[in-house]
């Protein structure tokens, strides 16, 4: 029985957001969602280096999440109704209509930022 075989960590990420596992190709269609449909640029900014309302998500530092792709993931779909450092809250989405590949696509983007 090959079921109980250990996965890959990014497997077992994968399986806890319903995502692919993170790639070149899904982190780079997930950049148009982040300076698009997401609205992450918004408070992220353009380069995703953090401004006043939102954190800087090229460093090692996560300030609501550990991180990992699947707490990104769920953090886009969830949003941050109180966050730590900043003033404005995170609607889920970004306050966008994603779809869940879409979802799963920015979250690689981000991922990959603070991961290169």
């Known amino acids: 029985d ?9 497997a ?12 070149q190709a899904l982190t ?13 640029f918004a408070c992220h900014g353009a ?9 800087d998500l090229t460093d090692a ?6 991180g990992s ?3 990104i993931a769920g953090l886009v779909r969830t949003g941050v109704p109180n966050p730590k450092q900043h003033s404005a809250p ?8 994603l779809s869940a590949a879409q979802v799963c696509a920015v979250a690689a983007y981000v991922y990959s930022l603070a991961h290169r």
């Open 2 to 10: 090959t079921s109980a075989a250990p996965r890959p960590a990014a």
């Open 12 to 23: 077992q990420a994968a399986a806890t957001v319903d995502c692919p596992p993170v790639d």
């Open 28 to 40: 780079n269609r997930g950049r148009p969602v982040f300076s698009g449909a997401g609205n992450c």
């Open 47 to 55: 380069n995703a280096k953090g401004t006043p309302l939102a954190p």
């Open 61 to 66: 530092q996560w300030l609501n999440i550990d």
């Open 69 to 71: 792709y699947a707490a």
């Open 90 to 97: 995170m609607p889920p989405m970004g306050g966008g209509t």
